[in-house]
């Protein structure tokens, strides 16, 4: 961290004394860790995954659904945590019942969770690892960690450069997310699930549908499913909620949930072309009272 590289922006920024991109010195900051009941049902189960939400973000979502801990000075929502208690966080999530251990917007904090990982592990963890990224990540990062992933639940937001830079400011995610999730594929192999139909090792793609981007979407889901076919899970999301953090005059075809025609759309083209193992939302999933409050909570 005294050049950052983690993740794509390459800041070569010292963690130690200043920021990148992400807003994040080198101290972990936790805004959230507590069961989580509302992921994928394979990951939430009856008991909940254990979802660590840390602060910061290496995109720049116009977005943002976690707008309030993502971005700027996140101070008042984040706590700053150790290593040692980061594993402690771990082993208290395990010890409430849940189904793993579910690391939210880890890529800034990712040396770090691997020490905690690793002394949670001598201290008793035993709980499947969930990586739970943006899909904006750098395959040599993804690399040092990979020993102590279990599960990759990576988004594919986006196929245009155009439109990633115009809503994540990053013209080149499409390209950093189709390598990264190539390398979390082959690094896993085939899925693996318990009796009860929780998973704990395997790749679920998360791909959120924006308001007016149903071509985009299908474009996006006609690549994943090219390349990848069922040999993975994907998760069909029509949850877009458009927050008080938006830019509603920047943006304005953003400032609306998506249609049930948009997603029943998007889901008969899933359909269309073969796709068997994903998830789908069903209407009432957008709705901000699914977003979690970050107050601290498990930390
Ligand atoms: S993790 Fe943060 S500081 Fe490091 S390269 Fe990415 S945005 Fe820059």
């Known amino acids: ?82 290593e040692e208690h980061l594993a402690e966080i771990f082993l208290k999530l395990q010890a409430q019942g849940v189904n793993n251990i579910n690391l939210v917007t880890p890529t800034m904090f990712a040396p770090q969770i691997k020490k905690a990982v690793s002394i949670a592990r001598k201290a008793g963890l035993t709980l499947p690892i969930v990586y739970n990224t943006s899909g904006y990540e750098r395959v040599e990062s993804l690399g040092e960690i990979a020993d102590m992933i279990d599960v990759y639940l990576p988004d594919f937001k986006y196929l245009s450069p155009e439109l990633s830079e115009k809503y994540s400011r990053a013209a080149d995610y499409p390209e950093n997310a189709a390598k990264s999730l190539e390398y979390m594929v082959n690094k896993i192999g085939a899925a693996e699930f318990t009796d009860d139909g929780i998973m704990t090792r395997g790749v679920i793609v998360r791909h959120l549908l924006l308001p007016g981007q149903l071509a985009e979407s299908i474009r996006v889901i006609d ?10 899970c994907y998760s069909l999301m029509s949850q877009y909620t458009p927050l008080d953090s938006l830019d509603k005059e920047r943006h304005p075809e953003l400032s609306r949930k998506v249609t049930t025609y948009e997603y029943n759309k998007l889901i008969d083209h899933a359909l269309s072309i073969g796709m068997k193992n994903a998830f789908i939302q069903q209407g009432g999933a957008a709705k901000e009272s699914f977003i979690p409050t970050f107050n601290g909570e498990g930390v």
């Open 223 to 232: 690549y994943l499913f090219e390349k990848y076919g069922n040999s993975i």
């Open 1 to 82: 961290m005294e050049k950052c590289n983690l993740c794509p922006r390459i800041c070569n920024k010292d963690r130690a004394v200043s920021v990148g991109f992400c807003g994040q010195t080198n101290e972990i900051r936790v805004a959230r860790a507590a069961p989580h009941y509302w992921e994928e049902p394979c990951l939430s189960g009856k008991n909940g995954s254990g979802t660590v939400f840390f602060c910061g973000c290496t995109l720049g979502c116009v977005y943002c659904q976690n707008a309030a801990i993502s971005r700027g000075n996140t101070a008042e929502h984040g706590i700053t945590v150790t």
